[in-house]
């Protein structure tokens, strides 16, 4: 059985840094996407990063160059770095995930963990 828990989230001042984990049982690393989402409070749900089984990155403009999306295989963790946070980064961040190379849509997810940037 596939369970990712998110770890990491907090309350910042604008500019400061967070490292949220994702800590994943139930399945090899290697042959899933992994991605990082978020979703604001009346927002739609946004999808923040994403890392592909051979590592290959990808970022949502608004976080690009600020955000980073990693994975320890050896420990089961996905990690996403974010520094020069921004108001408009608040929301509850989710890890998920996807079995196979398509990297379309993921099937599994965690329950989320809250990041709240203060100007």
């Known amino acids: 059985q596939v369970r990712l828990v998110e770890s990491g989230g907090g309350s910042v001042q604008s500019g400061g840094s967070l490292r949220l984990s994702c800590k994943t049982s139930g399945y090899v690393h290697s042959t899933y996407c992994m991605y990082w989402f978020r979703q604001a409070p009346g927002k739609e749900r946004e999808r923040v990063a994403l890392i592909e089984g051979d590592d290959i990155t990808t970022y949502a403009d608004p976080v690009k160059g600020r955000f980073t999306i990693s994975k320890d295989n050896a420990k089961n963790t996905l990690y996403l770095e974010m520094s020069s946070l921004k108001p408009e980064d608040t929301a509850m961040y989710y890890c998920?995930?996807?079995?196979?190379?398509?990297?379309?849509?993921?099937?599994?997810w965690g329950q989320g963990t809250q990041v709240t940037v203060s100007s």
């Open positions: 998920a995930a996807e079995y196979g190379a398509s990297c379309v849509a993921p099937g599994y």
